[in-house]
C-alpha cells in the first residue's frame, strides 16, 4: 500500500517534493511508477524507476523538470517537481508495477496528492 503526500497549490514555475511511502512491502525491490491524472484525462504514467535502482525512465513531459530520489531505510520514494507549469496540475500518484513496459498495478490505488498550478 502507498500513501502520496506533499501535494499543494504553487505558481508557475514554482517547486514542490511529493512523497510516496511504501507499507507491507520492500520499495527497492520493486518497480515504482509515478502517475498523473488532470481532470476530465485519463492517467498517465509520468516516470517509472526499476527495481534495485537500476534505473529510471521520464515521460518528455517532465523530463528535466521532475526527478526522483528514494529513501530505502523510509521505504519512502520523493518526486522533486520543479519549473512547475500550469498542465502539471493533476492529482499524482505512485504505485508497484509489473514492470515499467507494461504498467499493470500490483496493488490497488492509494488517495493520490492534488498539485495545483497557478497564478
Known amino acids: 500500500q502507498f500513501v502520496e503526500s506533499g501535494g499543494g497549490y504553487v505558481q508557475p514555475g514554482g517547486s514542490l517534493r511529493l512523497s510516496c511511502a511504501a507499507s507491507?512491502?520492500?520499495?527497492?525491490?520493486?518497480?515504482i511508477a509515478w502517475f498523473r491524472q488532470a481532470p476530465g484525462e485519463d492517467r498517465e504514467k509520468i516516470l517509472c524507476?526499476?527495481?534495485?535502482?537500476?534505473?529510471?525512465n521520464y515521460e518528455d513531459s517532465v523530463k528535466g523538470r521532475f526527478a526522483i530520489s528514494r529513501d530505502n531505510a523510509k521505504n519512502t520514494e520523493y518526486l522533486q517537481m520543479n519549473s512547475l507549469k500550469p498542465e502539471d496540475t493533476a492529482i499524482y500518484y505512485c504505485?508497484?508495477?509489473?514492470?515499467?513496459?507494461?504498467?499493470?498495478?500490483?496493488?490497488?490505488w492509494g488517495q493520490g496528492t492534488q498539485v495545483t498550478v497557478s497564478s
Open positions: 504505485a508497484a508495477v509489473s514492470s515499467c513496459t507494461t504498467l499493470i498495478p500490483l496493488d490497488s
Open positions: 507491507g512491502f520492500t520499495m527497492e525491490y520493486y518497480n
Open positions: 524507476s526499476t527495481s534495485r535502482g537500476r534505473g529510471t
